[in-house]
């Protein structure tokens, strides 16, 4: 592994979901729910994207800051698989084994964020 980011267990943990919420993604956009696909693909790219962009900063401060975003973004997440559920989109069982998933990983985001500071 090349980049700093790589290596961090937040990344690859984030990774990782990505590829269960793409999989959704790919079934919203084959039954035309286009707004939702584009939504969460977006926030779940940004986790990704923030870890990876913010383990590039300069100093501590400004990575912790990037972090914070990348959490931001997981609720953005946990948020459109409740609306996916309550819509009768995604089924109880698959929503309550991603926010577990989402849950996890945002704590492993606040406490990488932690160290930072």
Excluded at 16 to 22: L, N, Y
Excluded at 80 to 96: D, F, Q, R, T, W
């Amino acid at each position: 592994m090349g980049f700093r980011f790589e290596t961090l267990e937040a990344y690859q943990n984030a990774l990782k979901i990505s590829g269960e919420v793409f999989i959704i993604v790919e079934d919203l956009q084959k039954n035309k729910q286009y707004v939702f696909a584009d939504q969460l693909s977006r926030a779940c790219l940004s986790i990704t994207n923030n870890i990876a962009e913010g383990s590039g900063s300069n100093s501590d401060k400004e990575f912790a800051n990037f972090l914070n975003v990348a959490r931001r973004s997981v609720f953005e997440c946990v948020n459109i698989i409740i609306v996916l559920e309550m819509k009768g989109i995604l089924k109880s069982e698959k929503k309550n084994i991603l926010t577990d998933q989402f849950d996890l990983l945002s704590r492993k985001i606040q406490n990488l964020r932690k160290t930072l500071l």
